[in-house]
């Protein structure tokens, strides 16, 4: 989508309104009232006309999966309730991606992307039209930046372009448009509060990055929605605020443009984000740490640790380095080496600048990329034991090799997705790799066969819920088997 072209008058008229409420009336003032009216309209006119431009673009996600009732526990054993969450996201492709936040499509089982009516909110009395409703797929999840990629069959929509050279300042004017508590097509006002914010408060998805804080107002059901800047021009994608009373106040925080540009490639063409393995562990500088290392400033990121035999180390990179420049850019602080290691590209060299002792050391690292647990995964099923058709999956059995590649499981016994084949399964199922298979209707799985067997045995029609693992969280999946 191109720039909206009315971007001056928005920040003239926002910059006279906010200088009219800091001079307040004076008495001479309080009888030319309509002196006023036209900053005050062209103000109204210019963010209409934004709005309108910026909508089109932005959808509401409507989650359904399954999760332990409020009463389950009783007599009767544990019990499963449908769940239903609203979250918020924005159309990059007019060919159906649509980029919203991982948190609002975690453990889901079924995922209905709803595009505003044709007029919806316009007119005098906000009447809008049809809404269009259609079915979703997962393309790819990123949980480490809280980013998911969708998919929906529909041609010709309505984008917002994401631009890797968007940045923001602090103070500039933006606006926050999303389905706060499931209200469709609500937009808020606010300024940028920090263009780079380290969080170190504890939120409900802590991420290491570098984050964009706005003091527009952005509730639950926000996520995944655009932040857009007095251009129109996609800046960021909302993904958490920080509150004590659950709303808004003005905590808010995104995900920056170019962050979410890169992950987006990736997402598209692969499923997931391409990283690359420095073999590097390194920390924040405190003072103490700097007067015990003799490091010479008592800020930013030194090495504590370098793999032996890892590229790093090829390198010549060295314990007790502090990290000047990565790639260019400079590193204040573990969020900013973070975000440059992400925003690397697989098979570019590293160019390290690094601090050692009075010297200042240029490196260049050939970095790997990164494997994937699901690729380890893939690699030891058997297509010939490890086929479960009726699921659509490619299964292996959890034990001791499994176990140094996945993250701790929550349950020790299970079978493992390690791919889902091109036939699929029901359609109701939402089985990604990487997932865990405890229990199907309360019955513990323990083996491939066992599942396959147990899978077979179900008539055409019944309801069937697993038991899976996803992350670290348990989740329920229930279908219909076909």
Not at 6 to 21: D, M, N, Q, T
Request: without cysteine; aromatic residues 4%.
């Amino acid at each position: 989508m191109p720039p909206f072209d009315r971007s001056v008058p928005v920040r003239r008229a926002a910059l006279a309104f906010v200088l009219l409420a800091l001079a307040g009336p004076s008495r001479a003032q309080a009888g030319k009232a309509t002196a006023a009216s036209p900053i005050l309209h062209e103000l109204d006119t210019a963010i209409s006309r934004l709005v309108g431009r910026v909508s089109p673009a932005v959808v509401q996600i409507r989650v359904t999966g399954y999760g332990p009732a409020s009463d389950s526990g009783g007599g009767e054993g544990p019990l499963v309730s449908r769940q239903r969450t609203i979250g918020s996201g924005v159309i990059v492709d007019p060919a159906g991606f649509v980029i919203t936040n991982e948190h609002v499509i975690h453990g889901a089982q079924r995922i209905q992307v709803v595009l505003p009516g044709p007029t919806e909110g316009s007119g005098p009395a906000g009447r809008g039209g049809r809404q269009r409703i259609y079915e979703a797929r997962v393309v790819g999840t990123q949980a480490s930046i809280d980013l998911a990629l969708l998919h929906i069959e529909a041609t010709g929509l309505p984008t917002l372009a994401l631009d890797p050279s968007a940045k923001v300042r602090q103070g500039e004017l933006v606006f926050a448009v999303g389905s706060p508590q499931g209200l469709a097509n609500t937009v808020t006002m606010g300024v940028v509060s920090s263009s780079a914010r380290q969080i170190d408060v504890v939120t409900p998805l802590p991420t290491p990055m570098l984050l964009i804080q706005t003091d527009a107002p952005i509730n639950p059901g926000n996520s995944g929605g655009p932040l857009v800047n007095a251009d129109g021009a996609l800046v960021g994608i909302n993904t958490f605020i920080v509150s004590q009373s659950g709303g808004s106040q003005g905590l808010g925080f995104a995900i920056p443009a170019p962050m979410v540009r890169f992950a987006y490639d990736s997402l598209r063409k692969y499923g997931y984000v391409r990283r690359i393995e420095a073999g590097i562990t390194a920390q924040a500088v405190t003072p103490v740490l700097a007067t015990g290392l003799a490091l010479p400033r008592d800020w930013g990121v030194v090495v504590s640790d370098v793999i032996p035999g890892s590229a790093a180390a090829a390198a010549g990179v060295q314990p007790g380095d502090l990290i000047d420049t990565f790639d260019g850019r400079p590193i204040d602080s573990l969020p900013a080496l973070t975000g440059a290691l992400f925003l690397h590209q697989v098979g570019d060299p590293v160019l390290l600048g690094v601090l050692r002792g009075d010297s200042r050391v240029e490196l260049t690292v050939n970095a790997p990329e990164a494997k994937q647990p699901t690729d380890l995964l893939a690699d030891l099923a058997n297509p010939d034991k490890g086929l479960v058709p009726r699921l659509g999956i490619l299964g292996v059995e959890v034990s001791d090799k499994l176990r140094g590649i996945l993250p701790p499981l929550r349950i020790g016994y299970g079978v493992v997705v390690a791919a889902r084949t091109v036939e699929g399964g029901a359609s109701g199922i939402a089985l990604q790799p990487g997932d865990v298979i405890h229990a199907m209707n309360r019955t513990p799985v323990e083996s491939v066969e066992g599942l396959r067997q147990a899978v077979l045995a179900v008539k055409t029609g019944t309801p069937v819920v697993l038991q899976v693992e996803r992350q670290g969280r348990l989740n329920y999946l229930a279908f219909e088997m076909e």
